[in-house]
């Protein structure tokens, strides 16, 4: 039994379509690229922000200190380093700029409410103001940095209290990171926003290319083997593909299809042939014959048109096959097949329908037509001698016939009346050998 395999690949519907998946990668690919993009260009942005922060902390802090060490040698006076620092936090952006001095500094010179807190407090300070090295940290949205101002030869004149060498005090510096971030991430927002459109653009064109060369294409030899699946028609058929084939593997796949329906066409010609063919004389068999006298009432019945059907039987065929072989019977009944087809109208159809057994239907025939024929059949077949390996073979048929709309309106009650006749005429013969109703 051939059992569908169709089920192999499960339900159509379960399968998303070409389309839908090339839109999805599409889509993946977008959102991806952009997110990576994103996160790649955040973090440059962030890395090189942070190192720029940390090289403006230190260059201030060396201005700070040079502005402080220059007023302080030009005579200084409390107001002149505020202005120097004033001036250091009006160059960037909301930095913090606070001066500390060390503790010993502040004994000689005073000190401030917010740098003892700060002293206090901060442990980077009190750190840098022990070790003179500077510290820089950072944290989400701020560079830190603690610059030490050490004590040089030159500063002991007014600094007594200290040795050269030692921590005098500390610039602690916050620059946010924000006002350097917001230059770089406009121009590259910009970036990306070009690579999104320029990526957006190439994917829609790749995108049209696939529906217009490829999924058009298969879409439409899907329907061209859908349509031969529905119908059973191989013949006459549109080639599998009308689009342009672009690809190199849609073509081979198209040609194939083609090449491949072209020989189911021929095998199928082949075997409807064989299938409506008696093997031996060639004629058509009971089941071709059976739809063809369907076809013919069926005709006959629209156009009120008679029709006649003729049932031949060969006398005593047994006697030739048994007295010269079975192969000389053969050699008869093609001969006979032959004979009576060559004098056939063209609208006449004959089959074999049993051993010996012929059958002829003449559309359009009258009664009076229907006796001469059935007259000229019998006479045609006992005039030809049949000549089979030297031996010379002579034959005579009993011949029945029905006439519609008269004899019956159905190939059944056709085909009973057809055979009576024949078989009386028959009857009648081997009663009175000789005799036969014209
Ligand atoms: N050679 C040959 N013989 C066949 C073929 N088909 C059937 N037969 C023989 O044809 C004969 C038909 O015999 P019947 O129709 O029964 O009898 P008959 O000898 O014709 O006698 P009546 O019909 O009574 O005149 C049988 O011997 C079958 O074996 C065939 O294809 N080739």
Known sequence: MIQSRSHRYGAPRLRPSLTRVVLLIFGLTIGILSLAIYLASNALIDRVVRDQATKEAR?????????????????????????????????????????????????????????????????????????????????????????????????????????????????QMALPLAPLKRPLSAAFSGVIQVV????????????????????????????????????????????????PLMFLE???????????????????????????????????????????????LTRAKRYARSLVLFVLDLDDFKIINDSYGHA???????????????????NDSIARIGGDELVILAPEMDQKGAVAFKGKLRQLLEQTEILHEGSSLRVSASVGMALFPWDGETPQRLLRRADASMYEEKRQKKLEPGAGTP
């Open 59 to 171: 260059i201030l802090s060396e201005l700070v200190f040079a502005g402080l060490y220059g007023s302080m040698r030009a005579g200084w006076s409390p107001s002149e380093i505020g202005a120097v620092v004033a001036r250091a936090r009006s160059g960037v952006e909301g930095a913090e700029i606070d001066l500390v001095r060390s503790e010993h500094v502040a004994a000689l010179f005073g000190d401030t409410a917010q740098a003892r807190r700060l002293r206090q407090t901060s442990p980077e300070i009190a750190r840098v103001l022990s070790s003179g090295k500077e510290e820089v940290w950072e944290d989400s949205e701020t560079v830190h940095l603690v610059y030490p101002f050490v004590a040089a030869a030159e500063c002991l004149g007014c600094h007594t209290n200290v040795a050269a060498g030692q921590v005098n005090g500390v610039v």
């Open 196 to 243: 999104a459109v320029v990526t957006l653009l190439l994917l829609s064109v790749q995108f049209l290319i696939n529906r217009r060369f490829l999924v058009r294409p298969l879409m439409q030899l899907t329907s061209r083997i859908l349509h031969v699946q529905r119908t059973g028609t191989l013949a006459h058929r549109k080639p599998a593909v009308d689009e």
């Open 250 to 296: 849609l073509q081979l796949l198209a040609q194939s299809f083609d090449a491949l329906l072209e020989k189911l066409s021929l095998a199928q010609d082949q075997l409807r042939e064989q299938s409506e063919r008696d093997d031996l004389t060639g004629l058509l068999n009971r089941r071709a014959f059976n739809h063809c006298i369907a076809l013919e």
């Open 328 to 346: 000389a019977g053969d050699a008869v009944l093609c001969r006979c097949a032959e004979l009576l087809e060559e004098n056939l109208r063209e």
